[in-house]
């Protein structure tokens, strides 16, 4: 089973504060999700990736596929990016994904 | 465009009695899944449909029955309730079992065994 560790548990930023939480996890994947949970409780996907980097607005996702690890960046920070950011690896097929605990980010105005 | 309806959104049982929380995508998606959502603890798939007409187990199933109604539809059972099933459950839906798919998620059913 892939073990996933996400870093830091808990961040508190002051708005405008780049970003960066981490994701390394223990077996070798063929892509890594990231997924955004709103307060209120709703999933939503940010990226999937598999090589490289990735962006989208103020969200920047890497991964290297060698050293078992992917990053989130979230660039001048706003209080409406305050939630939980999930990461989760995949091998694909039976074992699907594995979902880290997730990084719980506090951005204050 | 719904995406993925969950129902009900809040349900309290009492130990013992049965339920079936139902999940629709209209993203005319291959795949489904089941989750379930602890504190301190990721999500954790309960069961999957790769496609229409097959079902199978993931992580956690014990406790738990599900059926793929059709490609639409794909319900979680729970025949007799334990407060260890008391959880936020997530339905999913991706276009294909494949890890280079997203998944879409319901806004979640907050479930309480009492």
Redesign the interface.
């Known amino acids: 089973k892939n073990e996933?560790e996400q870093s830091p548990q808990n961040l508190t930023a002051q708005e405008g504060e780049f970003i960066t939480i981490n994701c390394s996890y223990s077996v070798g994947?063929?892509?890594l999700?990231w997924?955004q949970q709103h307060p209120?409780?709703?999933?939503?996907?940010l990226f999937?990736l598999?090589s490289g980097k990735k962006k989208h607005g103020r969200l920047i996702a890497t991964i290297n596929i060698q050293e078992k690890h992917s990053s989130l960046h979230i660039t001048a920070s706003h209080p409406r990016d305050s939630a939980v950011y999930?990461c989760?690896p995949?091998?694909?097929?039976?074992d699907?994904?594995?979902?880290?605990?997730?990084t719980h980010l506090i951005i204050q105005p | 465009n719904a995406g993925v309806t969950q129902t009900p959104k809040f349900q309290v049982l009492k130990t013992g009695q049965s339920m079936t929380l139902q999940c629709a995508q209209d993203m005319n998606h291959n795949s489904m899944?089941w989750y379930r959502q602890d504190p301190?603890?990721?999500?954790?798939?309960i069961y999957?449909s790769a496609s229409e007409g097959t079902t199978?187990k993931?992580e956690v199933p014990n406790g738990y029955n599900v059926s793929r109604l059709n490609k639409r539809e794909f319900s979680l059972r729970l025949e007799s309730a334990a407060p260890s099933q008391t959880s936020?459950y997530?339905c999913?839906s991706s276009g294909a079992?494949?890890?280079?798919?997203?998944?879409?998620?319901g806004?979640?059913t907050?479930l309480s065994i009492l």
């Open positions: 996933v994947i063929s892509a999700h997924l209120g409780g709703g999933i939503v996907s999937m598999s999930i989760a995949s091998g694909g097929g039976a699907g994904l594995t979902f880290g605990k997730g | 899944y301190g603890m990721g999500l954790r798939l999957y199978d993931g936020v997530f999913a079992y494949r890890s280079n798919q997203p998944q879409h998620f806004d979640g907050r």
